[in-house]
DNA sequence: TGAAAATAAGATAAACGGGTCTCAAAATAA
DNA sequence: TTATTTTGAGACCCGTTTATCTTATTTTCA
């Protein structure tokens, strides 16, 4: 898996975020969410933990209590949510996993690892949630794994 | 991790495998590999017995045993190794773990993510065990996580 | 003020990947 | 034929990830 299960979790709830953002100001309660996606609610909530302390998401206890983009959605991008579940691995490390890999010392797939990782990198660097999340709706595209229902 | 461990350590004994095939006919012992790749004797033994019955190497019991690739270097790609351990799972799954995200249903970042895995996928299926092996010595690279020797 | 609703936090369990160990089977060579 | 060397095959262990469960703690609102 290029991603973990945590990772793909938190980007598709900030993107449920990013999307609800743009109706109301309120926070949006971890449960609610967790149902729409089709996410452990427990685990789900440790994982927005995760990106309410590395300073993306804020949140508030109680009733009306939730999550919420702590940013304007144009402002963060997918990598941002990578980094802060994943960490920086998957554009740094080597594809052989050898330690120390690098111009200096390359591995015998170095260079063509290396081109592709930045790709990756800049690609998902340059996607924003406002304009991903947009699409969504305009494009008809999916968020949640629950088959008929496209939320 | 883009591969699994397994997935790399098939790859760098494929590659020693190659290297070792341009210099004689003999089968080449797993345990000698495992100590020159630093590589556990015992999981390596598993990952090779996936590639023989995969097809991409023969075995042989025995003194003088030991395993050898079935193909010339030349005509098997890295993407056999990958496949043979790993599957096709990188190539066709969705880097948000939707299940049927595709062309008619795609996920948000489905067509950024497509392209980036056709990419991986026509790299390492153009590059041939022998070609890569080769550049081992011409250029100086890297097989094993042994930090002074470069085997 | 108290009940309810929500996140926070930590213990626990299940699944999986990575790795070890043991014994069997086959081939060689003395 | 027998000892040795090698791969084959499977059970087993350990740590991490994934997931669940329970118990705080905080906030709202009647």
Known sequence: MVLSKACTYGILA???MAREATRSKDYISIGRMSKELNISFHFLTKILQQLTSAGILIS????KGGV???RKPEEIS?????VAIDGMGLFTECLLGLPGCGEEKPCPVHDDWAN???KLFHT??????????SRI???NLRLSSEFP???
Chains 1, 2 share one sequence.
């Open 149 to 151: 229902m496209n939320i």
């Open 137 to 139: 709706d305009s494009m």
């Open 124 to 133: 998902f660097r340059g996607k924003n949630l406002a304009e991903t999340a």
């Open 116 to 118: 592709i990782r930045a």
């Open 68 to 70: 919420a983009l702590k």
């Open 14 to 16: 900030s993107l449920y």
């Open 60 to 63: 508030m206890k109680g009733p």
């Open 78 to 82: 997918l990598v941002d949510i990578v």
